[in-house]
T-cell receptor, first 114, second 112 residues
Framework: KAGVTQTPRYLIKTRGQQVTLSCSPI?????VSWYQQTPGQGLQFLFE???????NKGNFPGRFSGRQFSNSRSEMNVSTLELGDSALYLC?????????????FGPGTRLTVT | GENVEQHPSTLSVQEGDSAVIKCTYS??????FPWYKQELGKGPQLIID?????GEKKDQRIAVTLNKTAKHFSLHITETQPEDSAVYFC???????????FGTGTSLTVIP
């Protein structure tokens, strides 16, 4: 099976712009989670989508949003970018359901805000 | 919410020695504990996991132990090799949703 793919791999944006990142989960996986990884804060949970519905949400401002499509692919959007949004954005997919299932990560999108 | 603490933050061992990384969690409802290895420029890779109905699990040179009473779990790597050098993360999750809580990571260096 193909792994989790994320596009683009690298992005450079300017403060105030918006950005959309894409994630394609492993075939058959219905849950997609997004994380922000920075050297100072580690892996921080943004949100999780399951069957096109946001099921969990972390403590991030409303500038961070996401959605999931019927084929389980997911996008996250960050509006009005700030310098502090520079980070590695990771998505992870799993089967989903109520019990915690193995979660597999993609390679990440490195976002740099200047 | 759940709080996962991980120690040490850095660890250096000689090739062939063992490495142990420890994590504690706060939510007694947590019942799934995966470990991830992240190499430079890559996403975290799931290397082993354990569920709360099991006390220990082994996969070749890697083992994980879980003490539910004390709310801690550990990763053991034996016969370390230079390619084991990476950042390792522990995590915890429960049946109350597919949310994972991660430790702050341990940077392991294996010295040849």
């Amino acid at each position: 099976k193909a792994g989790v793919t994320q596009t683009p791999r690298y992005l450079i944006k300017t403060r105030g712009q918006q950005v959309t990142l894409s994630c394609s989960p492993i075939s058959g996986h219905r849950s997609v989670s997004w994380y922000q990884q920075t050297p100072g804060q580690g892996l921080q949970f943004l949100f999780e989508y399951f069957s096109e519905t946001q099921r969990n949400k972390g403590n991030f401002p409303g500038r961070f949003s996401g959605r999931q499509f019927s084929n389980s692919r997911s996008e996250m959007n960050v509006s009005t970018l700030e310098l502090g949004d520079s980070a590695l954005y990771l998505c992870a997919s799993s089967l989903g359901g109520l019990a915690p299932y193995e979660q597999y990560f993609g390679p990440g999108t490195r976002l740099t805000v200047t | 919410g759940e709080n996962v603490e991980q120690h040490p933050s850095t660890l250096s061992v000689q090739e062939g020695d063992s490495a142990v990384i420890k994590c504690t969690y706060s939510d007694s409802a947590s019942n799934y504990f995966p470990w991830y290895k992240q190499e430079l420029g890559k996403g975290p890779q799931l290397i082993i996991d354990i569920r709360s109905n099991v006390g220990e699990k082994k996969d070749q040179r890697i083992a994980v132990t879980l003490n539910k009473t004390a709310k801690h779990f550990s990763l053991h790597i034996t016969e370390t090799q230079p390619e084991d050098s990476a950042v390792y993360f522990c995590a915890a999750s429960s049946n109350t949703g597919n949310q994972f809580y991660f430790g702050t990571g341990t940077s392991l260096t294996v010295i040849p």
